[in-house]
């Protein structure tokens, strides 16, 4: 069985859900959830004091992109892995997507260093574009969820679930239309919404029987 990304859980293909090596059981999807918020948030926190020192001077325009591409690098590649099931099974098309959005980020960094040195964006207006570079981490899991449910040969629908933020229109909207055919929803932070790069929703599916 392939090695799990996570200590003392096995992934199981037919279902594409992670199963406890201790108790036999299958883990619930909230808590893979929590574990992408966990992540995502503990990240946002680190990446937001590395954002802050560049800002004051305290950390050099290189330092800074080097720094905020390895942990972007490390935060969009782990969230791919564990949604798909383990590190031994990020393809070629996992890879790919990590990479794409990664580019873009990487852009993105420059130009906000660029910005910063010239004395173009305040404080909180870099942390707020961290904050975006961060959240998009999000889109990566749950792109990469879609392909492993898929893998299963199972059939779906899903669901937009609101998190505890605020949330533009069009994600209550999307939230109230309840369950759809599997893949037709927008996937969290894929920029569809008002709340671009920041959509903080979650997609919860089940299978049709």
Partial sequence: MPQSILPSYTW????????????????????IIGLLETQVNSAE?????????????RLSASTWQVTMRDELRRLHSAQS??????????????WGRVGGE????????????????????????ALQRTSG?????????FEADRDAARAT?????????????????????LAAQS????GTLP???DGSTECGGYDKCTLERREIT
């Fill in 45 to 57: 926190r680190r990446l937001g004091d590395i954002t802050t020192a560049f800002h004051e001077g």
């Fill in 187 to 189: 996937t969290p932070g």
């Fill in 133 to 141: 570079y961060v959240n998009a981490a999000r889109h990566t899991f």
């Fill in 81 to 94: 892995a564990i949604a798909v099931g383990g590190w031994d099974r990020m393809d070629a098309r996992a």
């Fill in 153 to 173: 040969g199972r059939q779906y629908e899903e669901r937009r679930r609101l998190s505890a933020s605020e949330h533009c229109p069009t994600c209550l909207d």
């Fill in 102 to 125: 990664l580019a873009r980020d990487y852009e993105r960094l420059a130009n906000l260093a660029a910005a910063v040195q010239a004395g173009e964006v305040t404080l909180p207006q």
């Fill in 12 to 31: 199981n293909t037919d279902t594409a859900r992670y199963r406890s090596t201790d108790t036999g059981r299958f883990v619930a999807r909230r808590d």
């Fill in 179 to 182: 369950w759809q055919p599997f």
